[in-house]
């Protein structure tokens, strides 16, 4: 059952409309609340006019900094908020960034509290702030925190100075990525209901149980009080990983109200209040021998924060392990702007970091005369060089080799703008793809039903990525049954903790808690004379148990294998882009790209992913860039007729090749999460087949057609 490309079991209930979003739980007595955002980048609200609000029809409640429920040590001067996140909950007059939420109207229906938004105004003292990337990047400061609390934040291996004094060829480049916002299909959006003193969220999450804590730590109740439920989610490529304002604010009104209240963000509140992928500056210098050999690499990365959190891009991390180079430094600074906080977005740290390492490795190839393949191999890591232990798998080798025979790679010049098409400018670029193979603790359970059926039960999510279906297909190997037998339930906080659903992490560490469950409960049938593959069977152990259901539980979780292997996914991708020789228009007529991710659940599913996250990097490659005015720090491309990104015409042939990987160390089921890893990379391979197609050399995202006749000229 496992790795049969089975169609999604959820696609019906998708394509018919009857998959339950966040936004669309039917509830009595339904409340609408609109957030009001503030026009300013930096200063204080002075006052807000809510008069002409108040009295529009159907209006219910303006909370504002003046009157909203005052919440634990929030919005207090040199106090932590309980959660640990500095959300903007009315608590304060303070203004960070503009876009920040300053107030929540409440009516009878969307279109009322709509309204009445429109009414509320709010006068500023306004204060000098900082915008601009450039301008405020010599204020940037080192981050000293662990990255994700595990990785150190800076690093150095060997001497790279020395060794830079002693190479033939460096190569000294800067390379920046703009912000980029996720907009996901389905908007952020919450319904918040209290019973008594327990709240109900139906929130757009990729972490149920986090949101859970975090709003119970933020309201100052107990854990228990609080059940969070995420049945589908419309996309979320990192921005619904944490709980933001509007979630908590919707529980602040439903309280005060005492009635169910709905908030769903409008496109353009999607930019800002709720994360993006912060801008990054990437100064990377690359020393090597004449015959190839690395010998130093030294990368410097400054990225994007708010001025009140700290978030930290880590682009520097693959650097560290990619490649067998002796003598590496890394380092991550901090620039604090007044935007709003960034956060995780698909392969993050990754996506920005491959583009900088992997142009510049592909700049020393040319200046080396050396095939970027063969440069690549000649350094080629065996084991990870910064922790010295072996990977728990890699097929490397064998994506660059079955990539670049799929591609046709030997028929690619080397030199630059050598091949033509007609008026056109034909260009081929590779580049290696990487992501961590990342696990953490989860639990699942196991009940076999009076009927013969099996539910299992996980809180873990489904945003896409096709979680109903390979969970249920684990299940069913595990049991020994049809999957049809399998009923797998997700997205509630009243079902077995599992953790968030980001960094790859779903398949690797909820299944192997759903396959232990599953072997759990189908040991139990046996202990009771049944067998699981026979439904009659079954209905008879359950009879005679008093027609009561048979459950096992189970979870599991990282041992010491983390500690002896380095666990990663990597990949091989290769990409044609076509240039008009005039006006500098890149099409991308086709990508092959090879992967070795572990053992693959659904081959059809993962083919999707892999695709998606293709898509998604030739988005970062040509498109998303997320435009801010430096003078007041108000987003000025907040929809999808202006934020660009890929439509069919834009997107050629893709093909992917999924290397057969066994991996007897990463987690009990030789999982590895494959959601990011097709991001990563496509963005410098896009550059280098511009750069072998035009001779040009763009170093900053996104490649837009003025960018190469600007540099071409």
Known sequence: MIGDPLSRLDGRLKVTGAARYSAEWPMDHIAYGVVVQSTIAHGAIASIDTAAAAKAPGVLAILTADNAPRLPHEGKAGVSPPAGRMLSLLQTREVRYNGEPIALVVAESFEQATYAASLVRAAYRVEPAAIDMEKALPSAEPYTQKIFGQFEPASRRGNVRKALQHSDVTIDGRYTTPIETHNAMEPHSTIAR???????????????????????????????????????????????????????????????????????????????????RPYTVQHLVVGARKDGAILAISQDVASSTSTFEDWVESSSLHTRMLSDVPNVETSQRLVRLNLGTPTFNRGPGESSGTFGLESAIDELAEKLAIDPIALRLKNYAEKDPERGIPFSSKSLRECYARGAERFGWSRRHATPRSMRDGDGLVGCGMSTATYPAKRLPASASARLQADGTIVVQAATHEFGTGTYTSMSQVAADALGVAVERVRFDLGDTEHPENPISAGSMTAASTGPAVHAAALALRERIESLGGHAADIESCRAVVAKSGGQHIEARASAAPGTEQRQYSMHSFGAVFVEARVDADLGEIRIPRIVAAYGVGRVLNAKMARSQLVGGIVYGVAMALHEHTAIDPRTGRYLNADLSEYLVPVNRDIGDIDVILVGEDDPHVDPIGVKGIGEIGTTGVAAAVANAVYNATGVRVRDLPITLDKVLQLSA
């Open 194 to 276: 209290w019973d008594g003193d327990r709240l109900t969220l139906y929130d757009a999450t990729q972490y149920v149980y986090g949101v859970k804590r975090f709003v119970a730590k933020t309201l100052g109740i107990a854990d228990d009080r609080v059940r969070v439920v995420s049945k589908f989610v419309g996309g979320a490529f990192g921005s619904k990983g944490s709980a933001w304002s509007h979630v908590v604010l919707a529980a602040m009104a439903a309280r005060h109200l005492e009635r169910p209240v709905k908030v769903v963000l409008t496109r353009r509140q999607m930019f800002g209040p709720v994360g993006a």
